[in-house]
């Protein structure tokens, strides 16, 4: 399935896994490995509207990418049409590929201001911000939802809505804002929603082994599949291997490379911080006595972690 391909707009995607866009998680760093290891669009991490016009130099590093990272989407949210069409003008000029539009956030302090989740509730805002951005921009804007709300499944409307006002790609998780990350997604409802559209769907929502992409696809149609969580512990699923079949040798070498990533681009203190918890999910397989585990992922000194980290695969890795 790797040599699957879909357009976005007149974009061609080459792959049907991607990196799901995480806030505090798809930073540079970890987001250029996953796109080397096989995920067909980079996303980044989602930035406020309003801090795109106001607090330019605080989004820097959320929107940093390279060349080799393309094709680029950049994410970002807000609630209301004029700020987020003000905000797209200037994200455009940065370079990406695309904008994203993110209506499935569902943290309270997001989705209960209106944005994120919160925009699922109002579909005639999503109707003025579709329509408003697709008209004056460029580049091809999609979306990421969810189903809806417990009170309010409106998912096959909305994905309508952006599609009907020229949204170019519909990301969603098949799960409603009040389940967050937990319980079993609806693949027949995003099979539903697959069916009614043209425009590429991706599924989202529960995808931790190379099977769970099978069955999604499988089950759904869907042109591609989005993982996040379970990428963080196992980035090699973009290359279609489970986490158990990683050796320790290529789990340390994945690791150090992250970390030097990390260091490069935030610098050696926040670098290290920043990079603990891709750490404790690079080591979460292992049965590491807890006390080591506290000494390696609270290590200050990047030189020291490394040492420590080294130490740990040497012992653990005298069968691989």
Avoid at 233 to 248: T, V, Y
Wanted: proline share 5%; net charge negative; hydrophobic share 40%.
């Amino acid at each position: 399935m790797t040599d699957q391909q879909f357009l976005v707009g007149d974009l061609k995607i080459k792959g049907n896994l991607v990196l799901a866009p995480m806030d505090g998680y798809t930073d540079w760093p970890f987001r250029s490995l996953c796109r080397e290891l096989g995920s067909a669009i980079s996303y980044t991490e989602f930035v406020k509207a309003e801090d795109v016009l106001q607090r330019p130099h605080y989004i820097q590093n959320k929107i940093h990418f390279t060349e080799k990272e393309r094709p680029v989407f950049i994410q970002v949210y807000g609630n209301q049409a004029d700020a987020l069409l003000e905000a797209a003008l200037q994200l455009q000029e940065t370079g990406p590929d695309g904008i994203d539009i993110n209506m499935g956030c569902p943290n309270r302090s997001i989705a209960g201001r209106g944005a994120g989740a919160g925009l699922m509730r109002t579909p005639l805002k999503v109707v003025r911000i579709m329509k408003t951005l697709t008209r004056s921009l460029d580049l091809p804007i999609t979306a990421k939802i969810r189903l809806g709300w417990q009170d309010c499944q409106n998912g096959m409307l909305l994905s309508q809505i952006i599609e009907e006002y020229g949204g170019s790609l519909v990301a969603v998780h098949a799960r409603s804002k009040e389940q967050g990350h937990e319980g079993q997604p609806d693949l027949s409802a995003l099979a539903e929603i697959k069916q009614a559209l043209a425009i590429p769907v991706l599924g989202n929502g529960g995808v931790r082994r190379v099977s769970d992409i099978d069955a999604m696809i499988e089950t759904t149609g869907c042109d591609g599949v989005m993982i996040g969580r379970g990428a963080v512990a196992n980035p090699w699923i973009f290359s279609r291997r489970d986490r158990e079949e990683i050796g320790p040798a290529e789990v340390q070498e994945l690791l150090l490379e992250h970390l030097e990533r990390s260091l490069s681009f935030y610098g050696p203190e926040n670098g290290l911080v920043l990079f603990r918890k891709f750490a404790a999910g690079y080591l979460s397989p292992y049965d590491l006595d807890p006390n080591r585990r506290k000494k390696i992922l609270t290590e200050t000194d990047p030189a020291k972690f490394k040492l420590q980290v080294r130490g740990f695969f040497e012992e653990i890795g005298q069968g691989d």
